[in-house]
């Protein structure tokens, strides 16, 4: 027992290893907003593409269909890899030196297929009758769109978005295998400099301290959603 | 006007959804400042036609004029078309996510392009009109069915239509809350605003209508003005309808 605690809970590496494993965190965090910002945009086109009408918009459906099967079905850390190797070729300005990049890239393809889904059942949930009044009244398909159904939709789907920003933030860990040095890399160094785990444990309680707001956050949107509804049935 | 001197003109309008035929070749005119009841039973093809004439749906066959302008060609802008015809459903359908004021303001401002403040200006006076200037900024599900709806009338209003559609606007209505909204249905006929009316209020049909016609399974059966339709069909299937509607109204 005392062995197990000073390996992963000595007070005197946790506080040896915290500046560190703290400078690792921040990268954590840079990935987890720059990636976020992006996803956010890019998910919401996607989505729009995939809801479009009529049959000539049918090859940018199925375009926007195959890249969630695509990048929902494979695993980040395979596509980490993935972006790295392709990022030697040097295509499109990319470059495997570009680490930090690289790793946006990744876990942006990967992130922006799941939440365009969360984006989508959001716009499915908004009644058809209600973009037919908003057309009625003479408003355009992209009128309609901007000012009645994705305002809806997405006060709908804020819980399930901030789950996957949950997500994406601990994912965020994964870059380390194309050799980013962040909060992980960190403690890892430090276990094997010291021989002592206290480090991972350091990572853990960032990692957990960050979630715990953004969860109870979640919580409480949806608890106020609930009592606007609750009210609307008086 | 068009050509014949009607305001809206239907000439064999034919409409299916799927291999269901819903409208079976309608044949239509309604006079400027007039009023139209459709009366029918439920599937009879009243919503279909309203929302036909106001392009939500897309007729197979036929043609529709309104206010000289054939709006079943091609190159019609729908978007400007449909500004000058308002259409108010059953289920109000206002935007639950809006203001009442924002609900009124929304078309005038993003499809007309009115300045803010004058669209308020004009959508407080409409609201005014109705006694409904104390709720323009309750949301939606604040206010009672029959405010709602009232509110979804000026809301088609607002863009300045010259013929409103009304879909069997007080079905969904608790019958204490139908008479203020049959009110100022009465009140926009008397100013002379052209209407076609789908309902199922046959002495409100009565007062208001120039014409009622008798949908049945796709065709108009019969019309006439309401005293030949309501007091002395001439078909055996509007006498039914009428006697089946008249029997759940002593119910």
């Known amino acids: ?234 | 006007m068009s050509a014949n001197g009607h305001f809206v003109s239907l000439e064999g309008v034919k409409k299916s959804f799927g291999d269901l035929e819903v409208l079976h070749g309608i044949d239509l005119d309604v006079g400027e400042h007039n009023v139209v009841c459709l009366i029918g039973a439920s599937g009879s093809g009243k919503s279909t036609l309203l929302r036909c004439i106001n392009l939500l749906e897309q007729i197979d066959a036929g043609t529709i004029v309104v206010d000289g302008q054939t709006i079943t060609g091609a190159k019609i802008d729908v978007n400007r078309l449909r500004q000058k015809i308002g259409i108010v459903f059953q289920a109000y359908n206002l935007f639950p996510h809006m203001t009442v004021l924002q609900n009124v303001t929304l078309a005038p401002r993003k499809a007309l392009r009115v300045p803010r403040a004058q669209a308020e200006g004009h959508a407080r006076a409409l609201l005014r009109q109705i006694g409904l200037d104390d709720k323009a900024d309750e949301f939606p599900d604040r206010l009672s069915g029959g405010q709602q709806q009232r509110v979804a009338i000026v809301r088609a209003l607002a863009t300045g239509p010259k013929l409103m559609l009304l879909d069997e606007i007080t079905s969904a209505l608790d019958p204490q809350l139908i008479g203020e909204v049959l009110e100022l249905v009465r009140e926009l006929a008397q100013s002379g605003m052209t209407m076609i009316i789908a309902t199922h209020e046959m002495s409100f049909a009565r007062e208001v209508a120039s014409k009622i016609c008798f949908l049945d399974a796709g065709v108009i059966l019969e019309e006439g003005t309401p005293n030949e339709i309501l007091s002395s069909p001439r078909e055996e299937r509007t006498r039914e309808f009428l006697a089946r509607v008249l029997e759940g109204g002593r119910l």
């Open chain 1, 1 to 234: 027992m005392g062995q197990f605690l000073h390996e992963f809970f000595s007070p005197l590496h946790f506080l040896r290893a915290t500046p560190a494993v703290w400078n690792g965190f921040l990268l954590n965090l840079e990935l987890m907003l720059v990636a976020e910002a992006f996803v956010l945009v890019l998910a919401l086109l996607l989505a729009i593409v995939r809801g479009l009408p009529g049959r000539g918009a049918a090859p940018l459906r199925w375009l926007a269909i195959g890249y969630t099967d695509l990048f929902r079905g494979t695993p980040l850390l395979l596509v980490l890899f993935l972006v790295q190797g392709f990022a030697t070729l040097n295509y499109v300005g990319l470059s495997s030196a570009s680490l930090f990049r690289n790793g946006v890239i990744a876990l942006v393809l990967v992130y922006t297929a799941y939440v365009t889904e969360v984006y989508r059942a959001g716009i499915e949930s908004v009644h058809p009758s209600q973009r037919m009044a908003a057309r009625s009244l003479g408003l355009s398909y992209w009128q309609a769109l901007r000012y009645v159904v994705l305002p809806q939709a997405i006060r709908r789907v804020v819980p399930p978005l901030l789950n996957d920003f949950i997500g994406l933030q601990k994912d965020t860990v994964l870059v380390t295998v194309i050799g980013l040095t962040e909060a992980i890399a960190q403690a890892n160094f430090y276990s094997s400099d010291y021989l002592n785990f206290t480090g991972l444990t350091v990572t853990a309680v960032f990692f957990i301290l960050l979630t715990i707001p953004l969860a109870r956050f979640t919580d409480h949107i949806i608890k106020e959603r609930e009592k606007r509804e609750r009210a609307q049935t008086v």
